[in-house]
């Protein structure tokens, strides 16, 4: 895939009804997604894959531990921001960690479905599937043919990015 069928893949990838529920902080979550993309043949051809992605416990990674990794591999450059890191994660232990989390996508779950009609028409159908199905953990995404795995890719990097913050603060409260 070269960088501008990345970037278009990236750009166009929807989130049309988020999960309900974030990661979890003290076990692994697994999604259900449910992703649309147009036929790259006909216009009034959906293709709608259903699959999962396993989210793992993530793990807090601490200043330190990130300093360590920097240097494996770079320069003096990255040595002097992992000399920075560690001095942060020394003034301020509590406000210093990051969260690593873990994806598992499971290709072999994935099933693909060729359907008639538009792209917004099966979109609605789909989300209606799955809001009347009150999974708290399923995820409708559309996005580009070429492109699709890129797009799941981005779905999972939001979920982290929007679980963050709670699953921080519950290692905190946890003493963690």
Same mark, same amino acid.
């Given at each position: 895939m070269n960088p501008d069928d990345f970037d278009y893949a990236l750009e166009n990838t929807r989130v049309l009804l988020p999960p309900r529920r974030q990661i979890q902080t003290f076990g692994s979550t697994t999604f259900q997604f449910h992703l649309l993309t147009e036929s790259m043949d006909r216009t009034d051809q959906v293709r709608v894959r259903r699959g999962t992605v396993e989210a793992e416990r993530p793990a807090i990674f601490t200043a330190d531990m990130a +300093?360590?990794? #920097?240097? @494996?591999? $770079?320069?003096e450059k +990255?040595?002097? $921001? +992992? @000399?920075?890191?560690?001095r942060i994660g020394r003034e301020r232990p509590g406000q210093a960690a990051l969260?690593?989390?873990? $994806?598992?996508?499971?290709?072999?779950?994935v099933v693909e479905d060729l359907r008639t009609g538009?792209?917004?028409?099966?979109?609605?159908?789909?989300?209606?599937e799955v809001q009347s199905s009150a999974d708290p953990l399923a995820a409708v995404l559309t996005s580009v043919e070429e492109?699709?795995?890129?797009?799941? #890719?981005? $779905? *999972?990097?939001? #979920? +982290? *990015?929007q679980s963050g913050p709670s699953n921080l603060e519950d290692f905190r409260r946890q003493g963690g």
């Open positions: +300093a360590r990794l #920097l240097l @494996e591999g $770079f320069g +990255a040595g002097a $921001f +992992a @000399e920075a890191l560690r969260l690593r989390y873990g $994806f598992r996508v499971r290709r072999s779950h538009s792209l917004g028409e099966w979109g609605d159908r789909v989300c209606a492109g699709w795995e890129v797009g799941l #890719l981005k $779905f *999972t990097m939001d #979920l +982290a *990015t």
